[in-house]
């Protein structure tokens, strides 16, 4: 896949009248350039060409925009692009509230918050697709221990992975799960580097603590949420391995990304389509991410 | 951001091992003296066969060794041949289909001419038809004839003292008598995890009664002048499925059964009908031997109850790839494979589920009942085989617009039309004339 990686932030450019001599000599920069040429520059170049040819195991054939046109009218790309952004959005929504919350909570003065620091951090180091596993057979509508759970007090659960309306919710749940611990670890350190003296101020002046909450820590969060968003949509929009593990776009197309129509296309040998695929998502992201970026860096800077 | 960089760092350090891993792979995959190394898919009945096969041979050449790869199935695994084969990275020789996914590895480029062999002559025409290309002969058979059809619980259809179907209105007749007995789901489907590729059984294995209504369909479904949305009795298939869907004869539990938790239900009489190939039977005997003696198999039922024949499939063969440098030992192989001894070793290491494609093979005469049932099939003379075997066009997204259909999520007038824009990727990608 196209790696789809942010262009650098336009502020280092504006800063850029601090000395423009570089610190080292410049063969020091041959061998990480020659990594980064072999490993992404070049890929992401070839890229482009093969979207624009009918690629299989005999050669290529120029063919033109014909694999975009293909790939607009796939029938359930439409659905696939809806369901990345109801998928993007909802992860780094629930993210960004869950995180900022947990983060409060565990950097306020608490029985074992180191403990409970770490055990909300866990879920970020598991393998991936080993989450997914784990929570298809945790999600199961039969044997499942939570519909087991739920029947235990009368309950009936829903198939939560293979009903059509519920898949993709429940992916996206687990992806919160998974993910919401690097969230978190980003606020703490937001708020742990808020000044003690803000708080102090705002007590003599006899504030509440949902009135210091929202006036004091929220507002000086905003380069910790700026973060927390980018990282998470970028996650979001291209997230694929949570969904093939789990449900690997179904029941049907009902939870397919644009990432995993992508593979799939890639399964089935349309080389040249999977590549003009990844250099729409490539840019997809691309168009969505850079404004958005630089949007909240510089409400940051302004401050 | 302090992670973009280290996360790169750590991305490329990850392409480099695997860059890496994949040139020793390179060193060790080819000509190490007196071993053959082989690919094979992951289940049941062909570890089975080749196990079998590479026993009896290892026995009578105590020098070679012969080493399984083992490899996923389904689309997945397509895609590791493909890009093995791609990259010079295939073993000494592979197990694959033969038929329409074996013309999709452009075998004139990536696989070597067989036709030239001498024990490629006790090879039936019949399975020469899906491996040829051309004047070219790519492979050879390992296995049995395989049917498409319903695999179905003796017990329950004689305790409920019904016929064999031999229409698909005599069939959803039975499924409604198993339906008001209560005691089971007439029909199982299974749509959990990699097991989607079952539902397409509906459409797939009613390539006979398409067949027997429309004699061209494959010739003209090639050439795109006939489609399955525009062709009734093409998409009877999908219209099959939706009517036992809608009518409530599907188990419950339909959306996350797998393949495998399926064939125990049919085992343990929670379900009737499973619409299945007969290489089922192997994995039946494989997890539960005593419960093979409990299943029959017809095939899927159409309108003429005087023409109710088979949809048949060929087994997989063995080719061998063009990056073979050293052949001579694979081509010794591929001749025993090809010999009646090869087919005396598949039938004593492992169960024979349908008659040899190699002249002079003989079947034990005593064989479970669905094989018996099976063979009545190719003893009247009443087989066809699957569109795959016929037309190198098969989409790739079929088993997933067959979940929806068997799911209630898009109709089969949709799905056939859905269907036949998929089609139209893969005729474009073999460079087909007319698409």
Redesign the interface.
Known sequence: MT?T??PAPPRERRRGHRSHRSHYPLWFYLPAGA??GV??IVPTVASFYFAFT?W???GTEFIGLENFA?FF?E??LFQGLVNTFVYGLLTSGLKVVLGMLLAVFLTSQIIARGYLRSVVFFPTLVSTVGVGITF?VLL???DGLVNQALAAVGIAGP?W????DLALISVAFVDVWKGVGLATLIYIAGVVAIPQEYFEAAEVDGASGFQRLRHITLPLLRPATA?VIV?SLIGGLRSFDLIWAMT???????SDVVASVIF?Q?????WG?SSAGNVVLFLLVAALMVPLYWKLNRKEVER | ?L??PLR?AA??AA??AAGLATLTGCSTGGGDEGTLNILIDNSEATGQLMQALADAYTEAHPDVEIELELRPGG??G??IV?TR??TGDMPDLFFYNSGSLLQ???PD??LVDLAGESYMDAVTDTFKDGVRAGDALYGVPVGHAVGGGVLYDLAAYEELGLEVPTTWDAFMANNRAILDAGNAAPVIQT?G??S?WTSQLFILADNYNVLAAEPDWAEAYTANEAHFADTPAAAAGFEHLQEVAEAGYLNE?F??LTYAEGLAALAAGEGVHYPMLTTALTEIEATDPEALDGVGFFALPGTDPANAGLTTWLPGGLYLPQSNEDPGPAQDFLAFVASTEGCDAQTAGASVIGPYFIDGCTVPEDVPPAVAQLQTYFDAGLTAPALEFLSPVKG??LE??T??VG?G??SAADAAA?YD?DVK??A????LEGW
Do not use: C, H, W
């Open positions: 790696t990686a942010l990594v980064y490993l992404f009918r299989n195991m005999s293909l009218s029938p359930y298809t199961d509508p039969g198939g992975l293979t009903d059509p973060t990282l690997q776009g179904g029941p049907g197309f009902t799939k890639y399964q089935a040998g349309f389509l | 951001m992670t973009t790169r991305a490329g392409a480099l689309s997945e397509d895609n493909k084969l791609q999709a590895l452009a480029q990536t749509y995890t990699e989607a539990d959306a996350s790739p997204a997933q617009i979940v929806e799911s999520i898009r859905l824009e990727k893969q474009q990608q073999l460079g």
